[in-house]
């Protein structure tokens, strides 16, 4: 119904003039929008409900929606800030440092009282590590 039209927000917004299309809360709006619009979609065609539960759950999601576009917009306005001012770069230059001393060159690297851990892993290899270590 409503909610796999939700996809069309970025394509209306990217339509407007450059002053509103360019604009920080619209696009994370637009985002947001686009990144539910297929599990809304999904909903529709799995959740066996009558149309007017479905347009009785319309405020609710346009309400959820924009909570969501809000949170995305301050984090990208936060993170861009930060980024830019380069206040964290030299913290950032040490973890990279710290963590090449001790053999870790990307993401999903850790280290668990001195036993390395590389790759995207299973909880389990975790609690493993993490019990070894305390029978200690």
Same mark, same amino acid.
């Not at 939700?6 to 360019?22: G, H, M, N, Q, V």
């Not at 007017?52 to 993170?79: D, K, W």
């Not at 770069?89 to 690297?109: F, L």
């Given at each position: 119904?409503?909610?796999?039209?939700?996809?069309?927000?970025?394509?209306?917004?990217?339509?407007?003039?450059?002053?509103?299309?360019?604009?920080?809360?619209?696009? @994370? &709006?637009?985002?947001?929008?686009?990144?539910?619009?297929? /599990?809304?979609?999904?909903?529709?065609?799995?959740?066996?409900? $009558?149309?007017?539960?479905?347009?009785?759950?319309?405020?609710?999601?346009?309400?959820?929606?924009?909570?969501?576009?809000?949170?995305?917009?301050? @984090?990208?306005?936060?993170?861009?800030?930060? &980024?830019? @001012?380069?206040?964290?770069?030299?913290?950032?230059?040490?973890?990279?440092?710290? /963590?090449? @001393?001790?053999?870790? $060159?990307?993401?999903? /690297?850790?280290?668990?009282?001195?036993?390395?851990?590389? /790759?995207?892993?299973?909880?389990?290899?975790?609690?493993?590590?993490?019990?070894?270590?305390?029978?200690?």
């Amino acid at each position: 119904m409503f909610y796999s039209l939700f996809w069309t927000i970025p394509i209306i917004a990217r339509l407007l003039p450059a002053k509103y299309s360019l604009s920080v809360p619209l696009r @994370s &709006l637009g985002a947001t929008f686009t990144a539910h619009a297929v /599990g809304g979609a999904l909903w529709i065609w799995t959740v066996p409900m $009558t149309p007017e539960m479905y347009v009785a759950l319309l405020p609710i999601t346009a309400f959820e929606r924009l909570m969501f576009a809000t949170g995305i917009g301050i @984090s990208y306005v936060g993170f861009n800030d930060c &980024l830019d @001012s380069g206040k964290m770069a030299d913290e950032i230059k040490k973890d990279i440092s710290d /963590g090449a @001393s001790i053999g870790i $060159t990307g993401t999903h /690297g850790f280290i668990i009282n001195g036993q390395k851990i590389v /790759g995207a892993q299973p909880f389990e290899n975790f609690k493993q590590a993490i019990d070894a270590e305390l029978a200690k």
